[in-house]
């Protein structure tokens, strides 16, 4: 499993649990790779990279660390605002086409992407893209996020096969 922008570690934390990278016998079954522009902590089953996931080496270092594709790719992160609602809206789709595509490029055939968006008009293109190279595209909104948050996730399930152009 992959976090993108995993810093400050909460995703990276129950992510390393749910895939049971810590077993309490220092053993894991699945393995846990955080990559972000800052610093981040330690945390137990979690491999961490100081890395922007958009420069070129990165899809080829991340899978030298994981010593193969990932299950999944989930990415949390959101883009630095400027208070513009329709300049924000389009950062954020930027950042999550971004995402995706370097999903691809380290996605087993079958894996999962999960990435934090905001509802808006401004992602047909984005969409239309997923929905080539994934089996079934959602939005999902976690019982935690507020009523009135324009917050939600993208869950593309049934990765094609790639690396693909989106």
């Known amino acids: 499993m992959v976090d993108l922008g995993a810093a400050p570690g909460g995703w990276s934390q129950i992510a390393a649990k749910r895939v ?32 922007d996931f958009l420069a070129e080496e990165a899809p080829d270092r991340l899978l030298a660390m994981m010593d193969g594709r990932a299950d999944v790719v989930m990415s949390d992160m959101a883009a630095n605002t400027t208070g513009h609602r329709k300049t924000d ?28 968006t905001f509802q808006s008009g401004a992602d047909a293109e984005l969409l239309a893209g997923l929905k080539r190279d994934f089996a079934s595209i ?17 869950l593309a399930t049934g990765f094609r096969g790639g690396p693909h152009r989106l």
């Open 89 to 116: 809206q389009l950062r954020m789709v930027g950042l999550v086409e971004a995402a995706a595509l370097f999903a691809s490029e380290v996605l087993k055939p079958d894996g999962t992407f999960l990435a934090k």
């Open 20 to 51: 049971g990278a810590v077993d309490g016998k220092g053993e894991g079954k699945g393995r846990v790779v955080a990559i972000d522009l800052l610093v981040m902590p330690e945390i137990a089953g979690v491999t961490f990279a100081q890395l």
């Open 138 to 154: 959602r939005h999902v909104k976690p019982a935690a996020s507020r009523q009135d948050s324009s917050e939600r996730y993208l």
